[in-house]
Protein backbone atom coordinates (compact mmCIF):
# COMPACT_ATOMS: atom_id res chain seq x y z
CA UNK A 1 0.00 0.00 0.00
CA UNK A 2 1.01 3.34 -0.02
CA UNK A 3 2.65 4.88 3.03
CA UNK A 4 5.68 7.51 4.18
CA UNK A 5 8.33 6.24 5.49
CA UNK A 6 11.63 7.00 7.20
CA UNK A 7 15.01 5.34 6.21
CA UNK A 8 16.63 5.47 10.11
CA UNK A 9 14.83 5.29 13.25
CA UNK A 10 17.46 7.37 15.33
CA UNK A 11 19.96 9.74 14.59
CA UNK A 12 22.84 10.83 16.61
CA UNK A 13 24.51 14.31 16.39
CA UNK A 14 27.08 16.69 17.78
CA UNK A 15 25.34 19.74 19.18
CA UNK A 16 26.24 22.98 16.73
CA UNK A 17 26.78 20.00 13.91
CA UNK A 18 24.30 20.37 11.15
CA UNK A 19 21.03 17.42 11.05
CA UNK A 20 19.94 16.01 7.76
CA UNK A 21 16.31 13.56 8.27
CA UNK A 22 15.54 11.93 5.35
CA UNK A 23 11.62 10.13 4.38
CA UNK A 24 10.42 8.42 1.28
CA UNK A 25 6.72 8.85 0.05
CA UNK A 26 5.05 7.02 -2.26
CA UNK A 27 2.26 8.19 -2.89
CA UNK A 28 1.80 10.05 -6.19
CA UNK A 29 -1.41 12.09 -5.80
CA UNK A 30 0.77 13.84 -2.08
CA UNK A 31 1.27 17.20 -3.30
CA UNK A 32 1.75 18.80 0.18
CA UNK A 33 4.64 17.45 2.83
CA UNK A 34 5.32 18.78 6.32
CA UNK A 35 7.67 18.26 8.98
CA UNK A 36 6.90 17.78 12.77
CA UNK A 37 8.70 17.44 15.82
CA UNK A 38 7.50 15.72 18.80
CA UNK A 39 8.75 16.52 22.38
CA UNK A 40 8.13 13.78 25.01
CA UNK A 41 4.49 14.01 26.43
CA UNK A 42 3.27 16.39 23.60
CA UNK A 43 1.86 17.40 20.51
CA UNK A 44 3.26 16.92 16.87
CA UNK A 45 4.48 20.86 16.56
CA UNK A 46 4.59 22.35 12.89
CA UNK A 47 8.28 22.83 12.03
CA UNK A 48 8.09 23.70 8.09
CA UNK A 49 6.39 22.57 4.87
CA UNK A 50 6.56 22.68 1.21
CA UNK A 51 4.39 22.06 -1.22
CA UNK A 52 5.01 20.22 -4.89
CA UNK A 53 5.60 23.03 -7.14
CA UNK A 54 8.65 23.72 -4.72
CA UNK A 55 12.19 21.76 -4.49
CA UNK A 56 13.41 23.63 -1.18
CA UNK A 57 12.10 26.04 1.26
CA UNK A 58 14.28 27.97 3.92
CA UNK A 59 12.78 28.30 8.09
CA UNK A 60 14.59 29.53 10.51
CA UNK A 61 17.71 27.11 10.95
CA UNK A 62 15.65 24.70 9.13
CA UNK A 63 15.73 23.78 5.36
CA UNK A 64 13.28 21.19 3.50
CA UNK A 65 14.17 19.76 0.48
CA UNK A 66 11.61 18.32 -1.79
CA UNK A 67 13.22 15.49 -4.93
CA UNK A 68 10.14 14.73 -6.96
CA UNK A 69 11.59 12.26 -8.71
CA UNK A 70 12.46 9.79 -5.88
CA UNK A 71 9.76 10.55 -4.04
CA UNK A 72 12.10 11.63 -1.05
CA UNK A 73 11.71 14.38 1.30
CA UNK A 74 14.29 15.70 4.10
CA UNK A 75 14.87 18.19 6.77
CA UNK A 76 17.63 19.69 7.49
CA UNK A 77 18.68 21.40 10.81
CA UNK A 78 21.62 23.67 10.77
CA UNK A 79 23.41 24.42 14.47
CA UNK A 80 21.67 21.87 16.22
CA UNK A 81 21.11 22.84 19.51
CA UNK A 82 20.16 20.20 22.87
CA UNK A 83 16.80 21.64 22.16
CA UNK A 84 16.19 19.86 18.76
CA UNK A 85 15.86 16.34 20.63
CA UNK A 86 12.80 15.21 19.79
CA UNK A 87 10.99 12.66 17.52
CA UNK A 88 10.74 14.13 14.03
CA UNK A 89 7.69 13.08 11.15
CA UNK A 90 7.35 13.62 7.80
CA UNK A 91 3.79 13.37 7.03
CA UNK A 92 1.90 14.15 3.58
CA UNK A 93 -1.44 14.81 2.07
CA UNK A 94 -3.06 16.51 -1.02
CA UNK A 95 -3.14 20.43 -0.95
CA UNK A 96 -6.42 22.34 -1.12
CA UNK A 97 -8.19 19.16 -0.11
CA UNK A 98 -8.17 19.70 4.18
CA UNK A 99 -7.55 15.88 4.12
CA UNK A 100 -6.08 13.30 6.52
CA UNK A 101 -2.32 13.69 7.13
CA UNK A 102 -0.43 10.39 6.37
CA UNK A 103 2.55 10.16 8.94
CA UNK A 104 5.53 8.41 8.67
CA UNK A 105 6.82 6.21 11.70
CA UNK A 106 9.36 8.80 13.36
CA UNK A 107 13.15 9.24 13.81
CA UNK A 108 14.59 10.44 16.83
CA UNK A 109 17.13 13.07 17.00
CA UNK A 110 19.27 12.52 19.76
CA UNK A 111 22.43 15.96 20.19
CA UNK A 112 25.39 15.11 22.35
CA UNK A 113 26.96 18.17 24.36
CA UNK B 1 -4.39 32.83 21.69
CA UNK B 2 -5.50 29.08 22.94
CA UNK B 3 -4.41 26.41 20.67
CA UNK B 4 -5.98 22.86 20.58
CA UNK B 5 -7.23 22.00 24.61
CA UNK B 6 -7.75 18.33 24.68
CA UNK B 7 -8.52 16.64 28.25
CA UNK B 8 -8.15 14.91 30.03
CA UNK B 9 -4.42 14.24 29.49
CA UNK B 10 -4.69 10.98 31.30
CA UNK B 11 -7.44 8.67 31.57
CA UNK B 12 -6.91 5.08 33.13
CA UNK B 13 -10.14 3.04 32.51
CA UNK B 14 -10.37 -0.82 33.15
CA UNK B 15 -11.74 -3.38 30.39
CA UNK B 16 -14.99 -2.77 28.86
CA UNK B 17 -15.64 0.58 30.15
CA UNK B 18 -16.30 3.80 28.08
CA UNK B 19 -13.63 6.39 27.53
CA UNK B 20 -14.51 9.88 26.42
CA UNK B 21 -12.19 11.70 24.80
CA UNK B 22 -12.56 16.03 24.26
CA UNK B 23 -11.04 18.27 21.92
CA UNK B 24 -11.54 21.99 22.13
CA UNK B 25 -9.92 23.51 18.58
CA UNK B 26 -8.07 26.87 17.96
CA UNK B 27 -10.54 29.35 18.15
CA UNK B 28 -11.70 30.01 14.26
CA UNK B 29 -11.10 26.71 13.76
CA UNK B 30 -14.13 24.37 12.05
CA UNK B 31 -12.19 21.40 11.41
CA UNK B 32 -10.98 18.38 13.72
CA UNK B 33 -8.67 15.53 12.92
CA UNK B 34 -8.12 12.50 15.59
CA UNK B 35 -5.23 10.84 15.15
CA UNK B 36 -4.47 7.62 17.46
CA UNK B 37 -0.65 6.91 18.07
CA UNK B 38 0.70 3.84 19.40
CA UNK B 39 4.17 3.80 21.58
CA UNK B 40 7.00 3.95 19.05
CA UNK B 41 4.94 4.27 15.99
CA UNK B 42 3.97 7.01 14.02
CA UNK B 43 0.29 8.93 13.81
CA UNK B 44 -2.58 7.07 12.38
CA UNK B 45 -5.55 9.34 10.90
CA UNK B 46 -8.87 8.11 12.30
CA UNK B 47 -11.66 10.85 11.75
CA UNK B 48 -12.53 14.28 10.22
CA UNK B 49 -14.99 15.84 11.23
CA UNK B 50 -16.53 19.77 10.85
CA UNK B 51 -19.46 21.40 12.69
CA UNK B 52 -21.99 18.73 12.89
CA UNK B 53 -20.68 16.66 9.87
CA UNK B 54 -18.58 13.74 10.14
CA UNK B 55 -16.24 13.93 6.20
CA UNK B 56 -13.89 11.25 6.35
CA UNK B 57 -14.04 8.42 8.85
CA UNK B 58 -11.70 6.10 6.92
CA UNK B 59 -9.20 5.47 9.44
CA UNK B 60 -12.06 4.77 12.17
CA UNK B 61 -12.46 0.94 13.48
CA UNK B 62 -15.78 -0.47 12.78
CA UNK B 63 -17.04 -1.19 16.41
CA UNK B 64 -16.84 0.73 19.19
CA UNK B 65 -15.28 3.99 18.08
CA UNK B 66 -17.90 7.03 17.36
CA UNK B 67 -16.74 10.73 17.19
CA UNK B 68 -18.95 13.61 17.08
CA UNK B 69 -18.34 17.39 16.18
CA UNK B 70 -21.26 19.57 17.74
CA UNK B 71 -22.51 22.79 16.67
CA UNK B 72 -21.66 23.84 19.99
CA UNK B 73 -19.12 22.39 22.41
CA UNK B 74 -16.24 20.16 21.61
CA UNK B 75 -15.59 17.81 19.56
CA UNK B 76 -15.53 14.22 21.66
CA UNK B 77 -13.88 10.60 20.29
CA UNK B 78 -16.14 8.11 22.11
CA UNK B 79 -14.70 4.64 22.69
CA UNK B 80 -17.39 1.91 24.46
CA UNK B 81 -15.90 -0.91 25.96
CA UNK B 82 -12.23 -0.52 25.53
CA UNK B 83 -10.17 -2.85 25.45
CA UNK B 84 -6.15 -2.81 26.20
CA UNK B 85 -4.97 -2.71 22.54
CA UNK B 86 -6.74 0.27 22.79
CA UNK B 87 -4.48 2.08 25.14
CA UNK B 88 -2.44 4.77 22.83
CA UNK B 89 -2.17 8.50 22.90
CA UNK B 90 -5.25 10.09 21.30
CA UNK B 91 -4.29 13.78 19.06
CA UNK B 92 -6.54 16.20 18.04
CA UNK B 93 -6.03 18.39 15.07
CA UNK B 94 -7.98 21.47 13.90
CA UNK B 95 -7.09 23.75 10.78
CA UNK B 96 -9.20 26.71 9.38
CA UNK B 97 -9.77 25.93 5.65
CA UNK B 98 -9.49 29.81 4.63
CA UNK B 99 -5.92 29.42 6.38
CA UNK B 100 -4.20 26.44 4.55
CA UNK B 101 -3.70 23.16 5.12
CA UNK B 102 -1.79 23.43 8.30
CA UNK B 103 -3.44 21.50 10.87
CA UNK B 104 -2.08 22.47 14.78
CA UNK B 105 -2.35 19.36 17.88
CA UNK B 106 -3.03 19.53 21.03
CA UNK B 107 -1.22 17.84 23.28
CA UNK B 108 -3.23 14.80 23.26
CA UNK B 109 -4.91 12.27 25.79
CA UNK B 110 -2.80 9.15 27.01
CA UNK B 111 -5.55 6.26 27.43
CA UNK B 112 -4.23 3.33 29.35
CA UNK B 113 -6.61 0.23 29.97
CA UNK B 114 -5.78 -2.07 32.88
Known amino acids: GESVGLHLPTLSVQEGDNSIINCAYSNSASDYFIWYKQESGKGPQFIIDIRSNMDKRQGQRVTVLLNKTVKHLSLQIAATQPGDSAVYFCAENIAGANSKLTFGKGITLSVRP | NAGVMQNPRHLVRRRGQEARLRCSPMKGHSHVYWYRQLPEEGLKFMVY????????ESGMPKERFSAEFPKEGPSILRIQQVVRGDSAAYFC????????????FGPGTRLTVL
Open chain 2, 49 to 56: LQKENIID
Open chain 2, 93 to 104: ASSNPAGGNEQF
